[in-house]
T-cell receptor, first 114, second 110 residues
Framework: GAGVSQSPSNKVTEKGKDVELRCDPI?????LYWYRQSLGQGLEFLIY????????KSGLPSDRFSAERTGGSVSTLTIQRTQQEDSAVYLC????????????FGPGTRLLVL | DAKTTQPNSMESNEEEPVHLPCNHS???????IHWYRQLPSQGPEYVIH???SNVNNRMASLAIAEDRKSSTLILHRATLRDAAVYYC???????????FGKGTRLSVIA
């Protein structure tokens, strides 16, 4: 079956612009996670959705970052007024509620802020 | 989540077994031991997980020490496609996000 998909795969933007990153989870997966991986850094957690609600936003680095999820499916991560330090690979993962604890990751969106 | 310690890098010859160690001396009784790997330019993928007993699946085996303070991921016959960063992660429940450390970068030599 289809896995987690993310779009765009690559995004180049200018400092100060807003960007939207999209994640389509595996159908039926109620839990959705956003992570980011900066060059030379490990993966860091950003936000977690259960259905359309976000019980854990503890990883969002600043108020320029926000995310929403609609219909218990697609999620959008928005970065406002992008900074060069936002350059990273943004990864989305989904998990089936009550199932095996496995998270399934998408291929990521590579964001470059010039 | 409890902290894990892994070697920064390891090297293996193709077709040989690989043992990737992980120390987790502060593990609690409810922590599951998970392994994920990240192939170049891809998102992480699940490899295996266990609680107390050794586990086998089509990808690998997980050997857990009796005191659970360490574990070893075993790839029975390394292939070039197994070259990746391997992460050992402890989790209490399925809801919690994954906390990734630096992992072990495995190189496989033909």
């Amino acid at each position: 079956g289809a896995g987690v998909s993310q779009s765009p795969s690559n995004k180049v933007t200018e400092k100060g612009k807003d960007v939207e990153l999209r994640c389509d989870p595996i159908s039926g997966h109620t839990a959705l996670y956003w992570y980011r991986q900066s060059l030379g850094q490990g993966l860091e957690f950003l936000i977690y959705f259960q259905g359309n609600s976000a019980p854990d936003k503890s990883g969002l680095p600043s108020d320029r970052f926000s995310a929403e999820r609609t219909g218990g499916s697609v999620s959008t991560l928005t970065i406002q007024r992008t900074q060069q330090e936002d350059s990273a690979v943004y990864l989305c993962a989904s998990r089936q509620w009550g199932g095996l604890q496995t998270q399934y990751f998408g291929p990521g969106t590579r964001l470059l802020v010039l | 989540d409890a902290k894990t310690t892994q070697p920064n890098s390891m090297e293996s010859n193709e077709e040989e077994p690989v043992h990737l160690p992980c120390n987790h001396s502060t593990i609690s009784g409810t922590d599951y031991i998970h392994w994920y790997r990240q192939l170049p330019s891809q998102g992480p993928e699940y490899v295996i997980h266990g609680l107390t007993s050794n586990v086998n699946n089509r990808m690998a085996s997980l050997a857990i020490a009796e005191d659970r303070k360490s574990s070893t991921l075993i790839l029975h016959r390394a292939t070039l496609r197994d070259a990746a960063v391997y992460y050992c992660i402890l989790r209490i429940s399925g809801n919690t996000p994954l906390v990734f450390g630096k992992g072990t970068r495995l190189s496989v030599i033909a």
